[in-house]
């Protein structure tokens, strides 16, 4: 147990996370821990995440918390908390007691695993290689080359992957051939899309059809050099950009020479208005979305919306593995919490979007911002309205690239061979190994 009384951090960030604790604010304390950064002290971290554990009770991380806090030197210990840490989530946490224990016994793969698990799960996968580049003498070719692959790729280093790809056989054991042949296909896309895209560090749509397979339609013209690169932050959409989605989207089908003979509508009153007008559009029927049901274009205009609809978690599980000829278009993805479920295609990436039928802010009669009323028209009229707009491309602050449709049909002819091919699951910043523990 965690007396509040004899056992207390000292540290001014971890002090404010053990009051969010006296308050029972579990969620406020862990923030606090997080952005304290990784420098705090091992001990005094695990009274406070011994103490969140205890109260959500996590008996796991809570005996794994006491023993550091125990004996925050024991390599043993900080290996045992970081495992912990990561199996309730909270990878950052688990970094600096696993680089630690590392450290402390440096010849441990199976320390290098979790350190390597925890860095994919925030994203920081050239930290990963680092890791994994340091024990290569060692390192098995099942599952350590293929992590030093994945993470290469995952951080954009195309000739590293490349390399140690051609050193890494084909595994022995089945349960790793699904992820050698997702890797197989994403260095084939990656081969596929050099001709037509630079695949440096700025190239969001290059990168996006090398890692999930998905054909990203436009590009934010805002930010584009202070981090975004393409990427939207908050955007209220508009009917004009549905209409350039949607029209891209035909586009990238004829380059690809597929012909849906339907649309397929998805639950969710967005879902419903876009794809009624991507019928519209493509000039074919809609229909309800049907399982296993081949040449049709299935539209969401957020895969995250269908997801809160009634029998959306069952769809989307359908749309995991799709039927040859069945091509998922979403409209707006949000790029800081992707969907359970990669779309082929996809109009634009946001952290924040307000639909064109949904309140969206605006000024109100005191100057104020306030919610504007939702449209509850028809969505018959809603999507007429998508169809009848004028598309354009949004010039933005002038920092970005041009992004007409010609760069797009370009890029989309480029890499027809490999587009809706393969597996195209989602791989987030975790990667397809999420553990050793599966190794």
């Not at 860095?119 to 290689?129: L, W």
């Not at 339907?262 to 009624?276: D, K």
């Not at 064109?356 to 109100?364: I, T, Y």
């Not at 091919?421 to 987030?428: E, I, P, Q, S, Y």
Request: aromatic letters at 6%; proline letters at 7%; a negative charge.
């Amino acid at each position: 147990m965690f007396s509040r009384r004899n056992r207390r951090p000292k540290s001014a960030e971890l002090l404010r996370a053990w009051e969010s604790l006296d308050a029972g604010d579990i969620p406020g304390a862990l923030r606090q821990v997080r952005q304290g950064g990784e420098d705090l002290p091992a001990a005094e971290v695990a009274l406070v995440v011994g103490r969140a554990a205890e109260a959500a009770g996590f008996d796991d991380l809570r005996e794994a918390a006491a023993a550091l806090a125990a004996d925050p030197g024991k390599a043993q210990a900080l290996f045992r908390f970081g495992y912990a840490c990561i199996e309730r989530g909270l990878n950052q946490t688990a970094i600096p007691p696993l680089r630690e224990a590392l450290r402390l016994s440096p010849g441990s793969l199976v320390v290098v695993r979790e350190l390597v698990a925890a860095y994919e799960h925030e994203g920081r996968h050239r930290e990963a290689v680092g890791v994994l580049s340091g024990y290569e003498k060692s390192f098995a070719d099942w599952p350590d080359r293929y992590l030093l692959v994945h993470n290469a790729l995952m951080s954009g280093d195309l000739d590293l992957a490349r390399r140690q790809h051609a050193l890494l056989p084909d595994p022995r054991d089945p349960m790793w051939l699904p992820a050698r042949a997702r890797q197989n296909m994403m260095l084939e896309r990656a081969a596929n899309a050099a001709g037509a895209t630079p695949l440096d560090g700025t190239d969001l749509r290059g990168w996006q059809f090398v890692i999930g397979g998905t054909l990203l339609a436009t590009l934010s013209p805002y930010g584009f050099s202070a981090g975004m690169s393409g990427r939207y932050a908050f955007l209220q959409d508009s009917y004009e950009q549905c209409l350039l989605g949607l029209r891209r989207l035909k586009s990238a089908l004829a380059a690809a020479e597929v012909t849906p003979r339907s649309v397929s509508l998805l639950p969710g009153r967005g879902s419903h208005v876009l794809g009624l007008a991507a019928a519209e559009v493509l000039g074919v029927p809609s229909r309800p979305f049907a399982p296993g049901e081949p040449d049709t274009v299935v539209i969401a205009y957020d895969l995250d919306e269908v997801a809160g609809e009634a029998g959306g978690p069952e769809i989307l599980g359908d749309l995991v593995e799709r039927t040859p000829g069945q091509v998922l278009h979403e409209h707006a993805s949000c790029w800081t919490d992707a969907p359970g479920v990669t779309a082929d295609s996809v109009t634009l990436l946001h952290q924040s979007v307000v639909a064109p039928w949904a309140g969206q802010l605006r000024a109100g009669a005191d100057g104020q911002v306030e919610r504007g009323p939702s449209d509850d028209r028809p969505a018959e009229r809603i999507a007429a309205e998508v169809v009848a707009a004028a598309p354009a491309v949004d010039p933005g602050d002038g920092d970005g690239p041009a992004d007409p449709d010609e760069v797009l049909e370009a890029f989309a002819a480029s890499v027809r061979d490999t587009w809706l091919r393969g597996d195209r699951r989602r791989l987030g910043s975790s990667g397809p190994v999420r553990s050793s523990r599966f190794a």
